[in-house]
């Protein structure tokens, strides 16, 4: 696997970028595309079984209220996913 999501996916791990490689990801609206300052990547992972990986982008950086939070909404994820897989 390849890549940052690939890494988070390997590694079973968190990763939070604060400087983010050029031309990796743009945030895009009506008003224009800006590159964010910020990339949070968070495993959907229940003890070792990794099911897929979610990818944050943001021009502020998150607070450790708020990766506390997308680890445990990630978690939640990954139950679910776990129990449509098993039925």
């Known amino acids: 696997t390849d890549g940052l999501i690939g890494q988070a996916f ?7 970028l604060k400087e983010i490689p050029d031309g ?7 008003l224009g595309e800006a590159t964010p300052s910020f ?3 968070v495993p959907l992972k229940i003890k070792e079984n990794v099911f897929g990986v979610i990818e ?5 950086a998150f607070q450790d209220y708020q ?16 129990m449509v897989r098993v039925n």
């Open 67 to 82: 990766i506390a939070f997308l680890e445990k909404l990630a978690e939640s994820i990954a139950s679910t996913l776990a």
């Open 10 to 16: 390997v590694e079973k791990d968190l990763i939070y």
């Open 24 to 30: 990796y990801v743009y945030i895009t609206s009506g």
């Open 39 to 41: 990339l949070l990547l």
């Open 56 to 60: 944050l982008a943001s021009f502020d």
